[in-house]
């Protein structure tokens, strides 16, 4: 069987940046079903079989290779897995969707600045509060890489289901780690983000499984497909 398939997002700003961004490059992606509708095409393009899903589960099919090629955002492929990024190649950043996945601690807390200051106050938190640090988050997976390269184990992460930044004056955690494009979220909210407290830099990218099987004829119409956008991209 031949063809490949790109997923991209299914709704949203996304989705209209998604499309705009590969009609620009003479690509019109359509969708006859129309909104409810999870399948589309490429007008003049029959070997590219389109299918709009959520962002991260575009992430999550491209780790698992069951589409060949994506549109979702750089922090969904690490969250995703820890395998992820090795699963997948990065194409090409599409200059939208940019957010960092950033630290962030409550103003009150003068004295710190820096990851290495957060590590001081998570081993001291059981001590004096007696329970360990609370950390609000979507971002499981990348806080516990972030956090484990800072030396930082003292802590429990509390998975947010809400606005992650009200977190700490709620009294639901302590510090959070949460995407920002402005960080005026997180101001509002009485927190900051640390001097050296990004994670992540996140975009929507362009993204191929490495991990999908393809036939060679298959193969052949991937690297077509990405040689004509290149060649629109630098047209």
Not at 185 to 197: F, I, K, M, P, Q
Request: net charge negative; glycine share 8%; aromatic share 6%.
């Amino acid at each position: 069987m031949t063809g490949i398939t790109l997923a991209v997002p299914s709704k949203g700003r996304l989705e209209e940046l998604t499309r705009e961004w590969f009609a620009q490059n003479s690509m019109i992606i359509t969708r006859p079903g129309g909104a409810r509708s999870y399948l589309g095409a490429i007008e003049g393009m029959p070997e590219v079989t389109v299918r709009f899903f959520p962002a991260s589960e575009i992430a999550r099919e491209l780790i698992r290779g069951t589409i060949d090629i994506g549109v979702t955002g750089r922090d969904l492929i690490h969250e995703t897995s820890e395998q992820g990024p090795g699963a997948v190649h990065f194409a090409k950043p599409l200059g939208f969707g940019n957010a960092d996945v950033v630290v962030a601690v409550p103003d009150s807390w003068i004295d710190v600045t820096h990851m290495h200051d957060l590590a001081d106050v998570a081993s001291d938190f059981r001590t004096r509060h007696g329970r360990w640090m609370r950390i609000a988050t979507k971002y499981i997976t990348i806080t516990r890489q972030h956090f484990a390269k800072a030396g930082i184990a003292e802590y429990r992460t509390v998975e947010s289901l809400g606005a992650t930044e009200a977190a700490p004056a709620s009294g639901v955690a302590d510090i959070v780690v949460d995407i920002t494009t402005t960080g005026s979220t997180l101001a509002a909210n009485g927190l900051r983000v640390l001097e050296d407290g990004v994670m992540l830099q996140s975009e929507a990218c362009l993204i191929v499984s490495r991990t999908a099987e393809r036939s060679p004829p298959s193969q052949a119409q991937l690297d077509s497909f990405l040689t004509k956008l290149s060649a629109e991209i630098a047209s």
